[in-house]
Structures are given as structure tokens and as C-alpha cells.
């Protein structure tokens, strides 16, 4: 299993680490912690020399009641940041997480070589015949609502049921606008209950019947520290729980905000597994 960045063919058949890398001033764990070009390029040589396989640069909080951010603002972010980070690592992977075609566009001319949409498209009419176009890797993720407002959306007739259908109906569209390499996110915490995200994971193997790559994002996400009454910042332990599952279960990259703690779960279960 592979996908092309930028000419490169990275084979995913042992899982990946994408690091997370907010550009934003408001993010529930990071938001405003990188402040300069030294702070991004510091934090991006951390993570790269941890053994991150990717970047993931986010200019719009995605927190539950972020603010409204508009896309002139979100880009106004987003392309300098991967301007800088290309110019002094080029070889980088970046992927560029928005929801809007232009920005999406406008980054990936700026350098970047993967496209991850919390929307699936579905925020933007644009994005999958954008995506299409320029031929990069497009991370699908599930989600209702908006950023504000998907809390209010977790109501299903049966979560996997509408979910796996969800992912049948964007993959279709995705394929119809010529999109070779599309990797699915099944989007915990996003229009998900604490037991829904749960249940989800419970059953994360369904997704193989797709025979698509599988990107888990759970990194220090309210699942983990809501239920184990604490914090963000104190919820490391458990995304690390909850990310050894996801391997086992068969995800193909881990996007996290700890690089380090995540490249030795997947050194481990692929030793297990040996």
C-alpha cells in the first residue's frame, strides 16, 4: 500500500507518523505555542529528528466553539509557514489541513504534497475536483456539521453503518474527480459522543474492507481526558494506550503531537509482530 508525495511512492504497509504542527493561536493543546519562524522551524527539526514521516500544518482551529476564521486569514497563515518549512527542509512532507479549495491550493503550490480535509469535501464544493487537479494524496475524514457546530450532530441510526456509508459515497466522488491516492480518517471527537468514539474504535478493523490506507488522530483529544478526568496536557499516556490499539487494529499512520512516543509504540508492535 502506497501513496505518491510530490514523485516520492511511500510505502504504508509499516504504519507512519504524521506530526501536528498548529499555526494557529487558539488549538485545545498547542494553540499559540509557536509564535515565530524559529518557533516552527525549531519545533519542526524536533519532530522530523524524532522520525515524523509528515508534517501537518493546521491554520483553523478545529477545537469544539473554535471562532470563525476566514479563508484569506487561514491562508494569509498557512503559506508562509510552508514556504519557510520547505525552504529549509526540502525534502518535507507537509500536509495542508483545511477544508477550503484555495487555501488548499494555494499551499500546495507553496510546497505542500498532501491535502487532509476534516470535511471530506463536503465544506467546500470545490475541494475534490480541486484535489483532483493537483494530483496530491487526499485524507478524507468523517465528520457533521461545521468546526462549531459538529458537537450538535451525533445522532445515527448506527454509528458504523452511517459512518462506512459516509466514506463509500465521498470515495466515490473522490475516484469520479481522479484521485489516486486517498487515505480515511474516521474522525474521533468529530461529531462523536465520549461512547461513540469508543465504539468507533472498538471496530476500526471494518475500515479494511475499503483496502485504503487508515490515518487515526487521537492525540490528547477529549476521548482520552474526559474520561480519565484530566487534561490535555496530561492525557500523553493515554493517547499512547490508544494509539498501540490502532496498530494493532491495522491503522497506517498515526497523526500525534508527542513524534517520539508514537514511532516507539509502532517500533514495538511491529517487533511483537514479528
Sequence with gaps: MTINC??????????????????T??????????????DFLHQTEKMLKEGADFIDLGAY??????????????????VPIVELLVRRFPEIRLSIDTFRANVAKAAIEAGGAIVNDIAAGLLDDAMIETVGKLQVPYIMMHMKGTPQTKQNFTE????????????????????????????LDPGFCFAKTLEQNYELMQKIELFQTFDLPLLIGISRKTMIYKLLNSSPQDALNGTTVLNTISIQKGANILRVHDVKEAVEVIKIVKQINA
Design 6 to 23: 510530490k514523485g516520492e511512492l511511500i510505502d504504508l504497509s509499516t504504519p507512519k507518523v504524521m506530526g501536528i504542527l498548529n499555526i
Design 25 to 38: 493561536p487558539n488549538s485545545f493543546y498547542d494553540g499559540g505555542k509557536y509564535k515565530s519562524d524559529i
Design 61 to 78: 482551529s478545529t477545537k469544539p466553539n473554535a471562532e470563525f476564521v476566514s479563508a484569506e486569514e487561514e491562508q494569509a497563515r498557512m
Design 156 to 183: 445515527y441510526n448506527d454509528l458504523m453503518e452511517d459512518i462506512l456509508y459516509y466514506f463509500s459515497e465521498r470515495i466515490a466522488a473522490a475516484k469520479q474527480a481522479k484521485i489516486n491516492d486517498i487515505i
